[in-house]
């Protein structure tokens, strides 16, 4: 039993020893977005696309807060009576990014998205999503991110599958 605990306090040091200790820097992001809804939210729009801002503030290694604004357009089906519209958001959301190594990152963000036309409600969102990073510069990189979003308001939620395709600039 004491060799046990011994093999498992030797080899938890080596796993905390291995952990990069150094926090990453802040970064500003600009990227381009890309949505492709599912359910009942893609039987009435085809793809969306937008842009969008980001920034990261380190807490803790490996461990960023975020903050983000941009806007989605959303390219509907040929409806009956109505024909074709779009629909514009911009959502605005705050959340976390962990990696999990020096590229890799798991992302979460709640926020809000506010439709554009007059009349419009407001929606809940929810946005958990992986992604990577891959350096190109001292202090830049280029990332690729996948996310699962659900915008929820009036007991109904839209939900999409979004590509994010971004420049990070370190501050």
């Known amino acids: 039993m004491k060799k046990l605990l011994l093999l498992t306090a030797v080899a938890g040091l080596f796993a905390f020893s291995s952990v990069n200790a150094q926090t990453k820097a802040p970064k500003l992001s600009v990227g381009a ?8 939210f893609g039987d009435s729009y085809n793809f969306g696309y ?7 503030h380190p807490v803790a290694a490996n461990l960023l807060v975020t903050g983000s604004a941009g806007f989605t357009n959303f390219q509907s089906k040929d409806l009956p009576i109505i024909g074709k ?40 969102v929810y946005t958990p999503g992986i992604g990577v990073d ?5 202090k830049g990189s280029i990332e690729l991110g996948a996310r699962y979003e659900g915008w929820s308001a009036n007991s109904t939620t839209s939900g999409f599958i979004g590509l994010r395709l ?6």
């Open 134 to 138: 891959f350096p190109v510069a001292d």
């Open 85 to 124: 519209v779009n629909y514009g958001a911009i959502p605005v959301k705050a959340g976390a990014r962990y990696y999990f190594g020096d590229n890799f990152f798991g992302a979460a963000e709640l926020g809000a998205a506010f439709g554009t036309k007059s009349g419009s409600s407001t929606a809940f």
């Open 50 to 56: 937008g842009g969008s801002l980001q920034y990261q």
């Open 33 to 40: 977005e890309f949505a492709f809804p599912m359910g009942d």
């Open 166 to 171: 971004a420049y990070n600039i370190g501050l």
